[in-house]
T-cell receptor, first 113, second 111 residues
Framework: DGGITQSPKYLFRKEGQNVTLSCEQN?????MYWYRQDPGQGLRLIYY???????QKGDIAEGYSVSREKKESFPLTVTSAQKNPTAFYLC????????????FGDGTRLSIL | DAKTTQPPSMDCAEGRAANLPCNHS???????VYWYRQIHSQGPQYIIH???NNETNEMASLIITEDRKSSTLILPHATLRDTAVYYC????????????FGGGTRLMVKP
């Protein structure tokens, strides 16, 4: 089935450690997005990419990094510089056409040990 | 993006229609209305979107008023699995735009 796969579902990070969250899509979508959601809050954009080998910062990019080497994949690294990384991380993708909706994965919940 | 206003919570009996309102009085001519929902601990799920005509798909119907200042999402036969937070979003089409999720409406479907 076509869709967006995020892994792992749960992730624990030690202090000073970088961790990478995976996001893979088989929808042939050009645009991909990373959001952060804190308890009881809406979504905040971390990074987005409209095409392979190109990406832009969102509102809260500090302490995060991304790459877009393949159309299907848009991994997010949470670096040690992100001082409050505990959150629910959501990846989305969007097909071509200006009015296409974004489709989301099931998220990765990151916690600090 | 235009601001939206939704009631914070609603209840609906299982098997009945759930009608979720959204006010977007400042909507501009090129902004679409999108609806998403989020079930606890899952990613948001796209439901439906429209510009000015009413829309229907396998999940729901979207009714947009003639002046486009408000809309209603209709789940025709609500089930317990429809319990979720429903978000109404108004935005201009732009591949780079993020989605701004407001508070949404927490729909509780009761047996």
């Amino acid at each position: 089935d076509g869709g967006i796969t995020q892994s792992p579902k749960y992730l624990f990070r030690k202090e000073g450690q970088n961790v990478t969250l995976s996001c893979e899509q088989n929808l042939n979508h050009d645009a991909m997005y990373w959001y952060r959601q804190d308890p009881g809050q809406g979504l905040r954009l971390i990074y987005y990419s409209q095409i392979v080998n190109d990406f832009q910062k969102g509102d809260i990019a500090e302490g995060y990094s991304v790459s877009r080497e393949k159309k299907e994949s848009f991994p997010l690294t949470v670096t040690s510089a992100q001082k409050n990384p505990t959150a629910f991380y959501l990846c989305a993708s969007r097909g071509q056409g200006p009015y296409q909706p974004q489709h989301f994965g099931d998220g990765t919940r990151l916690s600090i040990l | 993006d235009a601001k939206t206003t939704q009631p914070p919570s609603m209840d609906c009996a299982e098997g009945r229609a759930a009608n979720l309102p959204c006010n977007h009085s400042t909507i501009s001519g090129n902004e679409y209305v999108y609806w998403y929902r989020q079930i606890h601990s899952q990613g948001p799920q796209y439901i439906i979107h429209g510009l000015k005509n009413n829309e229907t798909n396998e999940m729901a119907s979207l009714i947009i008023t003639e002046d486009r200042k408000s809309s209603t999402l209709i789940l025709p036969h609500a089930t317990l699995r429809d319990t979720a937070v429903y978000y109404c979003i108004v935005r201009v089409a732009d591949a780079g735009n993020m989605l701004t999720f407001g508070g949404g409406t927490r729909l509780m479907v009761k047996p």
